[in-house]
């Protein structure tokens, strides 16, 4: 059985820095193409970065770039999200996913999902 766990949110200021984890059981991590989500309230949720199964390619949103920073330790099985310069409009719930094969930014395409971490940035 597949478990994705994600950890580390919280309520932050904002221009503060957040690192999330998510933590990996049940499937071949090495080779799964992983992914940070989030959903705002009242909103779809929306892709934020994904990285290969070997790290060395990233993608993210426009609308994070430069403040998110996705990483993974295939040794530890966990995938890490570092949020810096928070702003009130990250406040989401923030999930991790798992696919074979490449990163992709829709949601539908990825099998696994977590059960997701509440960031909340106060201004």
């Known amino acids: 059985q597949v478990q994705l766990v994600e950890s580390g949110g919280g309520l932050v200021q904002a221009g503060n820095s957040l690192k999330l984890s998510c933590a990996a059981s049940?499937?071949?991590?090495?080779?799964?193409?992983m992914a940070w989500f989030r959903q705002a309230p009242g909103k779809e949720r929306e892709f934020v970065g994904g990285?290969?199964?070997?790290?060395?390619?990233?993608l993210y949103a426009d609308s994070v770039k430069g403040r998110f920073t996705i990483s993974r330790d295939n040794a530890k099985n966990t995938v890490y999200l570092q949020i810096d310069s928070l702003k009130p409009e990250d406040t989401a719930v923030y999930y991790c996913a798992a696919r074979d094969g490449v990163v992709v930014r829709t949601t539908r395409e990825y099998d696994d999902w977590g059960q997701g971490t509440q960031v909340t940035v106060s201004s």
């Open positions: 049940g499937r071949t991590f090495s080779s799964s193409a």
């Open positions: 990285i290969s199964w070997s790290g060395r390619s990233r």
